[in-house]
Structure formats: structure tokens, C-alpha cells
């Protein structure tokens, strides 16, 4: 397994060793010694799969009071994957970082508590699936505009496409305009 160290602090790259053969392949999507080896002690709570076209983009999405640290990979497909810290006191608040996540690389992302966090689809189709630290509370899912301007998450959008958002993610606030209370981010 490998760790690939990203600029925001603690959000981390993790390749994982695949066995292959004639036959396929084989490798450990998660395992508790070696990934809390890498520095990621959390259990995990729920596990969750979507699928989606080319074209969709879900986010950016987070939880106030009941933060999730993700896990998360793509089983079939490819997609760009993106992190926004909003860590209150991190030196890299409100920065984004992303990378592609495919089925053939079978790379992962750790996303620590406190991130925001979306996917654009590459590929015709995509499985992306991902482990959680807390529970889904939909009465606290909170989601920041997919384009916001202050973030500039750089979205390999092809000219001319249209994009695929839910209305909640249509509707998503600036990121200037999120509050966090005292018992949040």
C-alpha cells in the first residue's frame, strides 16, 4: 500500500497493492492495522455505493454537526474527486484539492472529518463507493455551490456539456455565505 501525501493536510492519496494474474486481480479495499498504520484511526460506520453517468456531478456536500471522514473509491468507472477543507483554524481552509479515481488504478481517497466533499463523472457509467466515520443525519447535510467562485475548483468539464446536478446541488449556498456555530467544523 502506498500514501501519497496531498497539499492539504491529513486528506490522503492511498494506493493499494493489487495482485494480478491472468485471471484479474485482487486487493484490499480496507483493512484496520495497515490504513491505521497511514495515520487513519476511525471505525467506520456505513458504507455507500452510487452509481451515475457520465456528466454527473454530486456536491459538494458535508455535515455541520456530525462530520464524516471518507473513504472513497470508484469500483467501475472514472471520476474527478474533490475535498474542500473547512477545518475552522487549518491553514488550508476553503482550498480544494483533486484527483481522478478510477476502477482501473483502484486508488483511493482518505477524506478526514471537516471536509466537503463532490465527484464529477469521466466515464460512461460509474460504481463509486465509500466507507463513513459517522451516520448520514439528512437534517444536517449542508452543501456549498458545486462553482463557487471564492473555492475555483478547476472541474474538467468538457466545453459545451451539460452538467447533471440533483436540485440540491442546483441550489448549493456560496461558500462565503456557510455559518458554522460553535458546536460544528
Given at each position: 500500500m502506498q500514501i501519497i501525501e496531498t497539499p492539504i493536510q491529513?486528506?490522503?492519496?492511498?494506493?493499494?497493492?493489487?495482485?494480478?494474474?491472468?485471471?484479474?486481480?485482487?486487493?484490499?479495499?480496507?483493512?484496520?492495522?495497515r490504513y491505521e498504520e497511514a495515520g487513519i484511526h476511525y471505525q467506520f460506520v456505513q458504507?455507500?455505493?452510487?452509481?451515475?453517468?457520465?456528466?454527473?456531478l454530486r456536491g459538494l456536500h458535508f455535515q455541520k454537526r456530525f462530520p464524516q471522514g471518507k473513504l472513497v473509491s470508484v469500483i467501475f468507472g472514472e471520476?474527478?474527486?474533490?475535498?474542500?477543507?473547512?477545518?475552522?483554524?487549518?491553514?488550508t481552509y476553503g482550498n480544494w484539492f483533486g484527483l481522478v479515481l478510477s476502477a482501473e488504478k483502484c486508488n483511493?481517497?482518505?477524506?478526514?472529518?471537516?471536509?466537503?466533499?463532490?465527484?464529477?463523472?469521466l466515464s460512461e457509467t460509474a460504481f463509486f463507493e465509500y466507507k463513513c466515520t459517522d451516520y448520514y443525519h439528512p437534517e444536517d447535510e449542508?452543501?456549498?455551490?458545486?462553482?463557487?467562485?471564492?473555492?475555483?475548483?478547476?472541474?474538467?468539464?468538457?466545453?459545451?456539456?451539460?452538467?447533471?446536478l440533483s436540485e440540491k446541488d442546483r441550489n448549493g449556498l456560496p461558500f462565503k455565505e456557510i455559518s458554522f456555530s460553535e458546536n460544528t467544523l
Open positions: 491529513g486528506l490522503l492519496e492511498i494506493q493499494p497493492k493489487v495482485f494480478g494474474d491472468k485471471r484479474g486481480f485482487f486487493l484490499e479495499t480496507w483493512q484496520k492495522k458504507d455507500n455505493r452510487s452509481f451515475s453517468s457520465r456528466g454527473t471520476v474527478f474527486d474533490v475535498a474542500v477543507d473547512l477545518r475552522r483554524g487549518s491553514n483511493q481517497l482518505w477524506i478526514p472529518p471537516g471536509f466537503a466533499h463532490g465527484f464529477y463523472v449542508a452543501g456549498i455551490l458545486w462553482n463557487d467562485k471564492d473555492i475555483g475548483v478547476d472541474w474538467p468539464i468538457p466545453p459545451a456539456s451539460t452538467v447533471l
